[in-house]
């Protein structure tokens, strides 16, 4: 009934309530990547685990959330996965922590899919590798008052070589991904996700297979005309991804 999109539009009704009582506590995290740019700084590590000063990224990441009053994490791993499990174990700071280990690589799409295929409530989607200072609140509010199934978050950049924009009806309602910007200031996807599981259940997927969240499931919920929108936010972001930017970090998370 949860995932049900009678259920959604139940919500909706009664957005103002649902802010106060309804808390999103669980956060499911992309830590499989394969860190193949940063593999000469890394040593051995995965890329969520790269140090940042003196502490994993993969800590200062939670630690915004958990001071969110994100409870649980389900992280998502792979490559050295066991880096990850021995360093956090089943808890961090008294937030709950469970771990899908993919066998074989299933792409971040193919994660999503088998990490939230228990999940029952909304839920947080974040990549292992970007931090993005939103507030949660904020983002919750529009999910609820655009009754949104997928809001992702949204910053503005002009580096037209890294990333693709995204294009948004007046309601914040996305009507192209991946679109080529025509102009220096474009909304590009900032990587910090609310999902309703009625989302997930409308690809209609099976957990296990190998796919792209940027590529396929994102598509896939546009064409099915899935609730898909988007929420702009001025605020810091770092994606690790490549050494400049990684190095950028120790002073952009030194708080």
């Known amino acids: 009934f949860y995932k049900s999109n009678i259920f959604q539009e139940i919500l909706c009704s009664y957005q103002d309530l649902l802010t ?10 992309l830590a499989g990547g394969l860190g193949t740019r940063l593999k000469g700084v890394l040593k051995g590590l995965p890329k969520p685990m790269a140090p940042i ?12 959330w ?5 409870s649980k994490f389900i992280l998502s791993v792979g490559h050295l996965s066991e880096s990850i499990i021995d360093h956090f174990g089943d808890s961090y700071r008294n937030a709950q922590i469970s771990y899908v280990d993919e066998n074989t690589p299933l792409g971040t799409g193919g994660a999503l899919l088998l990490a939230s295929k228990d999940v029952s409530e909304p839920f947080l989607l974040l990549n292992g590798d970007t ?10 509010s ?9 809001t992702m978050s949204l910053f503005r950049s002009d580096d037209s070589d890294r990333y693709m924009g ?30 309703n599981p009625s989302a997930i259940s409308k690809l209609n997927l099976n957990p296990g ?10 598509p896939s919920f546009l064409s099915l005309r899935g609730k898909l929108f988007g929420n702009e936010f001025n605020a810091k972001f770092i ?16 708080d």
């Open 20 to 29: 106060k009582l309804f808390m999103i506590s669980t956060a499911i995290i």
């Open 53 to 64: 000063n003196g502490r994993p990224f993969l800590e200062c990441q939670m630690d915004y």
């Open 166 to 195: 995204v294009e948004l009806a007046k309601n914040g309602k996305i009507t192209v991904l991946n679109s080529k910007p025509s102009q220096n200031d474009f909304l590009v996807n900032g990587g910090v996700y609310l999902i």
């Open 131 to 140: 931090f993005f200072e939103i507030e949660l609140n904020d983002l919750y």
């Open 239 to 254: 994606d690790i991804g490549v050494p400049k930017d990684y190095y950028r970090a120790h002073k952009i998370l030194k």
């Open 209 to 218: 297979a190998k796919f792209s969240l940027e590529d396929h499931l994102l």
């Open 66 to 70: 958990i001071n969110q009053d994100i």
């Open 142 to 150: 529009f999910h609820i008052e655009q009754c949104a199934e997928w």
